[in-house]
């Protein structure tokens, strides 16, 4: 009420121009837009510009808005594969940027359940991967997909058995129990997208080759022992539909 009084009058109160009003107004917005980062055209940037980087990382500050709020550095992303959830396995995985269009991703799956009739597939697996994007690293929105191929290496523990396992990878895994190790290797394909703020959707599939090394028992618990082998597979690696949470050093400007 003191405000309208102020600018519009009373009989019985001093009045304040209109073109002071309007100055005032004015010095207010130029105050609040100057604390809000303009957009940034990252295609725009001249060659010669010197990106500002931050004290304490070699990186440089990518001038990038994430959840419409602040600019921000993103280096590293924390994951889930949904596919490995929903057979039972729990995983997590961080991939760190590394240079513009390269990541290092290092996920990490465990499974130490048995089912009933000592059905099984515990495993323990680590699957470090070198990947080279065809785009701006981590920069996809859900229309601009981001697409890279990965190197991968992966080691493996397994106790698995009483599951029939895809893609002929033991000779009778219905009928048998199969503990033992892996090692090996395989080339990705994967498309990444943004969901909205600093969520974003993968989806990729691998092919892989793992030479495998084991002991076989009959699929009981403590069945007897039926000899020792090993194995080469070829084929169909992880299929990855994973949920990527972007973390971000700010920058603001």
């Known amino acids: 009420m003191q405000l309208h009084y102020l600018l519009i009058g009373k009989s019985n109160r001093p009045r304040i121009p209109y073109r002071i009003a309007l100055t005032l107004c004015l010095v207010w917005c130029l105050g609040v837009s100057a604390q809000v980062p303009l957009r940034y055209n990252h295609s725009a940037t001249p060659v010669s510009m010197s990106m500002p980087r931050l004290a304490e990382t070699n990186y440089p500050v990518s001038l990038r808005q994430i959840g419409g709020s602040r600019w921000v550095t993103p280096m590293m992303t924390i994951k889930t594969n949904v596919t490995e959830l929903a057979t039972t396995t729990l995983n997590v995985g961080v991939e760190q940027y590394i240079g513009n269009r390269l990541s290092v991703s290092i996920p990490v799956s465990y499974n130490p359940w048995t089912f009933n009739d000592n059905k099984k ?80 959707g993968e989806v990729g599939t691998t092919l892989a080759f793992s030479y495998l090394w084991y002991d076989s028992y009959e699929c009981k618990t403590c069945g007897a022992f039926k000899g020792s082998g090993t194995r080469r597979y070829i084929g169909p690696g992880k299929s990855s539909l994973s949920i990527i949470y972007l973390t971000a050093i700010y920058a603001l400007y």
Do not use: C
């Open 121 to 200: 597939i515990k495993h323990l697996a680590i699957q470090p991967e070198f990947r080279i994007w065809f785009g701006e690293t981590f920069a996809g929105s859900f229309i601009n997909v981001q697409s890279f191929i990965g190197l991968q290496l992966h080691y493996l523990y397994y106790n698995v058995g009483g599951i029939k396992l895809p893609f002929g990878m033991f000779p009778d895994p219905a009928s048998t129990r199969y503990e033992g190790q892996g090692a090996g290797g395989g080339l990705t394909y994967a498309n990444q997208f943004g969901l909205g703020g600093r969520w974003r």
